[in-house]
Each structure stands twice: as C-alpha cells, then as structure tokens.
C-alpha cells in the first residue's frame, strides 16, 4: 500500500507530519509492504514557482490513503474525486500513523460542509473554532 503524509522536512518514516494537508511544503510518500519512500513538492510540477498545488503534486500517485493532521472540505471533496482516501492523523508522527493505519484504527476523514456555516467569526456555535484559529 502506497500513504502519503504532508510534511515539512523530509526525514522519512521519522519526518512530522504539517498541520494543514494544501499548504505543506512536500508530501512524504510510502510504499508500506517495503517502506521505501519518496518526497514530492508540493506544486505543479510543470509550474514549480506558482505555489502550492497539492492536487497537481499528488495527481499521478496511486495512493491508498492520504494521512493529514488538518484539511478543509474543498481540498478533501477534490481529494475524494480523485479516488484518494483521507484520514485523520492520532500523532504528529509518521511511523505511529503508519502502523495505527496498519491496524485501520484511523477514522476516515468525511466532508463537514463547514462552508455552510458561513465565514468563520467567532461566535461559539456548533461548528464554530471560538475565534482561535488553531484549525
């Protein structure tokens, strides 16, 4: 099985997992059956200055899951249309993901429609982040 995690320096199986999936700076991908692994840049790679592009980064990867601390819906609803599987990281770490993955005890990211709640302001609702911004 193929995972891949956003991070920011390439460590292999030792590298942390970045907080939110869109704007890391690379992805660290792992074959899980020989834990080989392969870092890709986060952007088009026919574009390499125009920013982050994880869709273009990811597009020709045949991967099983994609393992993230934090994603927003549209970036999840594109990834889900790409075939990929996101789920929800238990640590920063990527060695303790890969094996709560291997025992499918990480929950499958779905899609929250938060943007039905309209822009974030605050306000201590349901769905609210309370105005802190850790999201």
């Known amino acids: 099985m193929k995972l891949c995690f956003p991070i920011i320096t390439a460590e292999g199986l030792d590298s942390a997992i970045y907080g939110h999936f869109a704007s890391a700076p690379r992805f660290l991908v792992v074959n899980t059956a020989s834990m080989h692994s392969h870092v890709i840049a986060n952007c088009d790679p026919e574009k390499l200055y125009a920013g982050c592009n994880p869709f273009m980064a990811l597009r020709d990867q045949k991967l099983d899951g994609i393992v993230v ?67």
Not at 104 to 125: K, T
């Open 69 to 135: 601390e934090g994603i927003g819906d549209d970036a999840l609803r594109t990834m889900n249309m790409c075939g990929f599987r996101v789920f929800q990281a238990e640590s920063t770490s990527v060695r303790e993901n890969m094996e709560l993955f291997a025992r499918q005890a990480l929950p499958e990211l779905e899609v929250l429609h938060s943007d039905l709640e309209g822009p974030c302001d605050g306000n201590e609702g349901e769905r609210s982040c309370g105005g802190c911004h850790s999201h």
